[in-house]
């Protein structure tokens, strides 16, 4: 899988799934853009400078389509063609549909599925004429299967995957791929800080993993790499999730699962 000296635009890439995937991809030789809107982003690009990783800091909002214009032609016309484009920015709103104000819902739609198309659209604008690039969707289980409380999330994932299948479908004539990838639950700083704010049951919600344990970033991180490269040159539409077969799980199926300790 050799990606070495290609360009990358991640976009949240100030922590968490974002980082880690910045990180692999860098690690793979890619000279890799990490956007997000606040300073977070560029103390992660100057942390994996450190490493030795070549990255370089944008801050945009992807909600609006002068600044990702302007971000996707900086790295067009400065660092070199985009290959690859991972839309992980994203946000989620919590609660009862009953108590969801409009503001709320209008979040999860426009960080996850108008960031999505915005970014998407301005890169393939460059990337037509090449015949070349990948986009990967950084999606959710949450757009597959039901989640009680999420339903402003989960209706925008499940807008991120379908998006992923007629962009995919579009692009296939020009060479460019177009997937999703699903995390389920991901051990990452913010679902720590979640946990404690929304006194969650962790073990509660790890018992319904049939694998006994969350993803972490790295997980997620390894399939975009794979997806970026050339080895998956014909695989395109797919919407693939990570999450230790929990998309199908079904009480039904719990006396079946293992009784031991599981691992957090």
Same mark, same amino acid.
């Given at each position: 899988?050799?990606?070495?000296?290609?360009?990358?635009?991640? $976009?949240?890439?100030?922590?968490?799934?974002?980082?880690?995937?910045?990180?692999?991809?860098?690690?793979?030789?890619?000279?890799?853009?990490?956007?997000?809107?606040?300073?977070?982003?560029?103390?992660?690009?100057? $942390?994996?400078? $450190?490493?030795?990783?070549?990255?370089?800091?944008?801050?945009?909002?992807?909600?609006?389509?002068?600044?990702?214009?302007?971000?996707?032609?900086?790295?067009?016309?400065?660092?070199?063609?985009?290959?690859l484009l991972v839309n992980?920015?994203?946000?989620?709103?919590?609660?009862?549909?009953?108590?969801? $104000?409009?503001?709320?819902?209008?979040?999860?739609?426009?960080?996850?599925?108008?960031?999505?198309?915005?970014?998407?659209?301005?890169?393939?604008?460059?990337?037509?004429?090449?015949?070349?690039?990948?986009?990967?969707?950084?999606?959710?289980?949450?757009?597959?299967?039901?989640?009680?409380?999420?339903?402003?999330?989960?209706?925008?994932?499940?807008?991120?995957?379908?998006?992923?299948?007629?962009?995919?479908?579009?692009?296939?004539?020009?060479?460019?791929?177009?997937?999703?990838?699903?995390?389920?639950?991901?051990?990452?700083?913010?679902?720590?800080?979640?946990?404690?704010?929304?006194?969650?049951?962790?073990?509660?919600?790890?018992?319904?993993?049939?694998?006994?344990?969350?993803?972490?970033?790295?997980?997620?991180?390894?399939?975009?790499?794979?997806?970026?490269?050339?080895?998956?040159?014909?695989?395109?539409?797919?919407?693939?999730?990570?999450?230790?077969?929990?998309?199908?799980?079904?009480?039904?199926?719990a006396p079946y699962l293992?009784?031991?300790?599981?691992?957090l």
């Amino acid at each position: 899988m050799n990606l070495e000296g290609k360009v990358a635009l991640v $976009t949240g890439a100030g922590q968490g799934i974002g980082l880690e995937i910045a990180r692999m991809l860098g690690q793979k030789g890619m000279l890799v853009i990490m956007n997000a809107r606040s300073q977070k982003v560029d103390e992660a690009a100057e $942390t994996l400078r $450190t490493e030795g990783l070549r990255t370089l800091a944008i801050r945009a909002d992807v909600t609006q389509k002068t600044e990702v214009e302007e971000m996707v032609a900086r790295v067009e016309s400065e660092l070199g063609p985009l290959w690859l484009l991972v839309n992980n920015a994203g946000a989620l709103s919590y609660g009862p549909t009953a108590d969801m $104000t409009e503001a709320e819902w209008d979040l999860c739609f426009d960080v996850d599925a108008k960031g999505v198309f915005l970014c998407s659209q301005a890169t393939i604008r460059h990337m037509i004429p090449r015949k070349a690039g990948r986009i990967i969707n950084i999606s959710s289980i949450a757009g597959t299967i039901v989640r009680e409380k999420q339903i402003a999330y989960s209706a925008a994932k499940a807008a991120v995957n379908h998006f992923t299948r007629c962009l995919a479908v579009e692009m296939a004539p020009h060479g460019i791929t177009v997937n999703a990838v699903c995390p389920g639950m991901t051990w990452t700083a913010m679902l720590a800080e979640s946990a404690v704010a929304r006194n969650l049951d962790l073990e509660a919600m790890v018992a319904l993993i049939p694998a006994g344990k969350m993803a972490d970033a790295a997980d997620h991180a390894h399939l975009v790499v794979f997806l970026a490269s050339e080895e998956a040159r014909h695989i395109t539409g797919q919407i693939m999730s990570v999450d230790g077969g929990q998309s199908d799980y079904h009480p039904l199926m719990a006396p079946y699962l293992p009784t031991k300790k599981l691992d957090l």
